[in-house]
């Protein structure tokens, strides 16, 4: 299963960590994570090269991180968006994704 564990803090999302696999196929040809990986990708490229906003990014095997070291309304409205896609993922591939948002 992939966990999306979301951080939220001051009424903004400020990050993420996404790890592990859907298992929906076998590793190489599974749809699911194909379509986490990409979503996961883009919110990050876009938060970071499409609004230019200073956040600190690892990629590491299974896993992604983000931390928007000042969240605003762009970035806000990007996780936002990577959530509701992810549950987008989830509707149609029951039991691939766990979603959780965290205060910190």
């Known amino acids: 299963m992939i966990k999306a564990e979301f951080y939220e803090s001051d009424g903004f999302k400020k990050g993420f960590r996404v790890k592990g696999h859907a298992e929906y196929a076998d590793k190489g040809h599974d749809i699911v994570c194909a379509a986490v ?17 200073d956040a ?8 992604i991180d983000l931390n928007v070291k000042a969240p605003d309304e762009h970035s806000e409205a990007v996780l936002n968006i990577l959530v509701a896609q992810l549950g987008m ?12 948002i965290s205060e910190v």
Request: proline share 3%.
């Open 37 to 53: 990986s990409t979503a996961v990708s883009m919110a990050a490229n876009i938060i970071t090269d499409g609004f230019g906003i």
């Open 56 to 63: 600190e990014v690892s990629a590491v095997d299974d896993e």
């Open 89 to 100: 993922i989830l509707e149609e591939f029951p039991d691939t994704i766990k979603i959780t």
